[in-house]
C-alpha cells in the first residue's frame, strides 16, 4: 500500500509538475522567451486513484504517516483547483495582471504540495523500503529543491 502511494505520488509530480514547468517561470522569463513547452493539458480521469481506493486503510498508518499523507494529497487536489482556474482565466483573456497574479498563487502552492509530498513520500518510502526521486521543479534557469 505503502509503495503504491509513493508511484502515485511521483507519477503526479511527473505529469503536473514537472511537465509544467513553464507555469513556474516568471512572467518576465516567458516574455524574454516564448513558451517551447504547451502549459495545459486536460486531466483525464481520476489523479488518485490509488489514494481513493486507500482511503480506509490510510488510518491504519502511523498518525504523522497518514497525516503526511493526507495533507499531500489535500495539497496536491488544491494545486490542480489552480491549475483548471488558470487555465479558465488565461484562455477567456483575463488582463495580464490578473493572469500573473494567478501563477504567483499556483507557484506558492507548488512549494507547499512539495513539501509534502517529499515528506509523505520519506515516510512512505521508510515503511516500505521503497526509493523515490527527489521533487524538483525547473525555476527560471536552474532547478530548486522543494524540500530538504
Not at 481506493?53 to 497525516?67: Q, R, Y
Not at 493526507?70 to 494545486?79: E, K, N, P, T
Request: aromatic letters at 8%; a negative charge.
Amino acid at each position: 500500500m505503502a509503495t503504491a502511494l509513493v508511484f502515485e505520488i511521483e507519477q503526479f509530480y511527473i505529469r503536473h509538475v514537472n511537465q509544467r514547468a513553464d507555469l513556474f517561470k516568471s512572467w518576465e522569463e516567458i516574455k524574454k522567451h516564448p513558451r517551447s513547452v504547451e502549459i495545459f493539458h486536460v486531466v483525464v480521469g481520476k489523479p488518485f486513484v490509488v489514494y481513493e481506493s486507500l482511503a480506509g486503510e490510510i488510518g491504519g498508518f502511523d498518525p504523522m504517516i497518514a497525516k503526511a499523507v493526507i495533507l499531500s494529497y489535500g495539497s496536491m487536489a488544491v494545486l490542480l483547483d489552480l491549475m483548471k482556474a488558470y487555465e479558465q482565466i488565461h484562455t477567456s483573456g483575463e488582463d495580464l495582471a490578473h493572469i500573473e497574479q494567478m501563477r504567483t498563487k499556483i507557484r506558492e502552492q507548488v512549494n507547499q504540495t512539495l513539501a509534502f509530498m517529499v515528506l509523505a513520500c520519506k515516510a512512505l518510502s521508510a515503511l516500505s523500503g521503497t526509493d523515490f526521486a527527489t521533487l524538483v521543479i525547473a525555476k527560471e534557469t536552474a532547478p530548486l529543491p522543494c524540500a530538504s
